[in-house]
């Protein structure tokens, strides 16, 4: 088990499920744990057992619904003016939603807004927190099912061909372009203390899916037999967030902690520097340009 002593580690989404699990692991390595989350009575309860599980008491909370902008933007403000750098940032946070299509605060598609514009607007105001780290690391969540996403950038707020499934596949492919781009720019701008990867978890038993209702929950009820444990789910972020031997390791997506090849046509290059733009225009936010 890595000795994590002095690292700062931000989880986001880590109130149940895997996030939970990450947290507390990483906390039991020593390293100082501070959890994002939407509720604040949530946060409260995971932040005492994550106290008593790892033995210390440096786990501190954040509260900000990654959907609204304007909470992301403020968490990350207290983030940058209560502490000196961050170690490990991992974007776990990430949700599925029903059939009727819902607005952000901010106007856009719920799915895009949580699961990528929500972590790429966090990611960017916390960037110079990360390059003060002697060696910064980037976990992001991604899935297996961006292998059925079909991304439209000329429809990215899925105004036209809207989809619980459809919008959640396509963001978990966005998470692995933004990850493998974010890897491009950083060697581009010559930052080697900042690596980033991505992971597909497996598909873990948790209350992940309840929130979509219809048939998506009724389907994740039905297959929970047969899924994984939480536990498991989160051992590749754990060992993305902490194991040595990925230290030096960037852009790569992992599945059971092995790295393994993107299979989607829509994964180029030219693509992800569009979805990186596009970002950008939408969340305001801009870095490694």
Known sequence: MPDLQNQIILVTGATSGIGKVTATELAKMGAHVIILARSAEKAA?????????????????????????GQVRRAAAEFNARYPRLDVLVNNAGLIFGSERQLSPDGNELGLATNHLGPFLLTALLFDKLKASPAARVVNVASKVYRIARPDLADFQSARGYGGLRVYANTKLYNI????????????HGIANVTTNVLHPGVVASGFGNESGGLMGFLTQLGRPFMISVAKGAETSVF??????????????????????????FNTPENAARLWALSEVLTGAQFLD
Do not use: C, N, W
Request: aromatic share 4%.
């Open 177 to 188: 372009m933004f990850t493998q781009e974010l890897a491009r720019r950083l060697r581009t």
């Open 45 to 69: 309860d995971t932040q005492q057992e994550i106290k008593a599980a790892a033995g210390h008491d440096h786990v501190d909370v954040l509260l900000a619904d990654l959907a609204d902008l």
């Open 240 to 265: 993305l967030a902490s194991a040595p031997e990925v230290a030096a390791i960037s852009g790569g997506y992992f599945d059971e902690k092995k790295a393994e090849p993107v299979k989607h046509s």
